[in-house]
């Protein structure tokens, strides 16, 4: 039987037990050589394998690039070609609301709702007055947008789209 000290035992040491078994401890740089240098080496070779991939993906990326490149430049002169078909137009410097009467003589409407008088073309106009529903009014110019009306003894502006049949009728 023997009573020293096993592999299995958790004081056991490496020095003793390269005494009782007649052999040497390896050298660290052996260690070194035997270990470190190849994962070292791999590394590196893993390293440079991603890196020569890497570059093959980002020369793809710039071929890629470099085709869309060329159709979106295809397509801008494509646009820049199409412009130079258009038409210039001036724009005035003012806008200008056409209030050129299309009706040659007055008509008689009855509101239909409740309808705002203002003293100008636009919402930004002041209101006169608020129209009650059922008010007897005269068109007295149809614009495009803007027509001129009379109300009771005052005058001005009814929105198109409220100067039409829907909101001023025939028959009060």
Do not use: C
Not at 22 to 34: M, R
Not at 46 to 62: H, Y
Not at 127 to 132: A, N, W
Not at 142 to 162: A, C, P
């Amino acid at each position: 039987m023997n009573m020293g000290k096993t592999l299995d035992d958790e004081n056991y040491d490496d020095e003793e037990y390269f005494r009782q078994h007649n052999k040497k401890p390896i050298p660290w740089w052996i260690w070194l050589v035997v270990v470190a240098i190849p994962i070292v080496f791999i590394v590196t070779v893993v390293n440079l394998l991603e890196a020569r991939r890497s570059a093959e993906v980002l020369n793809s990326l710039r071929e890629e690039f470099a085709s869309y490149k060329e159709k979106v430049d295809s397509l801008d002169n494509s646009v820049t070609e199409l412009w130079k078909l258009v038409p210039s137009t001036t724009t005035p410097t003012t806008p200008t609301t056409p209030t050129t009467p299309t009706t040659p003589t007055a008509i008689e409407r009855y509101t239909t709702v409740n309808l705002n008088l203002r003293r100008g073309a636009g919402s930004t106009f002041e209101k006169i007055v608020v129209m009650p529903r059922g008010s007897k009014v005269i068109i007295l110019e149809e614009g495009l947008e803007w027509s001129k009306v009379r109300f009771t003894d005052r005058e001005g502006k009814v929105h198109e789209g409220y100067a039409n049949k829907q909101f001023l009728s025939d028959r009060p």
